[in-house]
């Protein structure tokens, strides 16, 4: 199984965006915390600013949309040029339709849990998601600390999709960096997000290759 970083810009410089997004030319998606200070009590950036992200990222660009009513703005985000979109499960009335739609528009769908959210409701709607979201902190803010309780829900989600043979990428965010990444890919995950590990690392490019390989090290 192929591991994938997608390294989050909520620990960019937001003021050297452009350059923040030369340096993880390396990385395989670039991650876009969008945060409304409802869903989260945070607020980070919007539509206009994603767009331009699209623009000029070097690499695919993964919405993660920590927002409420995600129906309604979810397939923005897809018109905008996202690669693939993630939604709150806790944030959206109608999850199959809205992960079609975003689909139809030309993204991945990916849905999102917290950590205190289920995943067992959704491994029935495999077929229909392009990607699960396994929070591993509580969503809001980089620099927290990984949640060891999530293991058993990754490795959950990962012999679901190994049963349902839908190529569902397992994704997972918060606290992932060279400390935690191998026990995180033994559990299943295969695109890990990592914010302060790599923004915070004196040799970007090179932080996300060691992660790369240590995550692939265990999969193999
Ligand atoms: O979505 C979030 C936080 O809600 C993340 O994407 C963080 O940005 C990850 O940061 P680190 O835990 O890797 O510092």
């Keep these: 199984m192929a591991v994938k970083i997608a390294p989050s810009i909520l620990s960019a410089d937001f003021v050297n965006l452009e350059r923040d997004l030369q340096r993880i030319a390396n990385a395989d ?3 876009v915390d969008v945060m409304d200070n409802h869903f989260v009590p945070n607020l980070t950036l919007g539509l206009p600013i994603v767009q331009r992200i699209v623009e000029v ?3 695919p660009v993964d919405v993660h949309l920590m927002i409420e009513d995600a129906d309604r703005w979810a397939p923005e985000f897809a018109r905008a040029g996202a690669s693939s979109v993630t ?18 528009l030309g993204a991945r769908a990916g849905v999102g849990l917290r950590p205190a959210s289920p995943v067992e409701p959704f491994l029935d709607l495999l077929p229909e998601l392009d990607m699960v979201l396994v929070m ?20 959950r989600t990962r012999q679901a999709i190994a049963q349902a043979g839908t190529g569902t990428w ?30 915070g690392a004196d040799d970007v490019a090179a932080e996300i290759d060691a992660l790369r390989t240590l995550g692939s090290t265990i999969q193999a």
Excluded at 137 to 155: A, D, H, N, T, Y
Excluded at 184 to 193: E, Y
Aim: charged share 20%; no cysteine.
């Design 57 to 59: 990222s070097p690499v």
């Design 87 to 104: 939604f709150h499960a806790e944030a959206t009335q109608a999850p199959v339709r809205l992960a079609r739609e975003l689909r139809s």
């Design 170 to 199: 397992l994704q997972v965010d918060g606290g992932i960096s060279r400390s935690t990444i191998a026990r995180v890919a033994q559990a299943g995950a295969d695109v890990f997000v990592a914010g302060s590990a790599v923004y």
């Design 29 to 31: 998606l670039v991650h």
């Design 136 to 155: 591993t902190v509580e969503p809001g803010f980089g620099g927290q600390s990984f949640i060891e309780g999530m293991l058993p829900k990754i490795r």
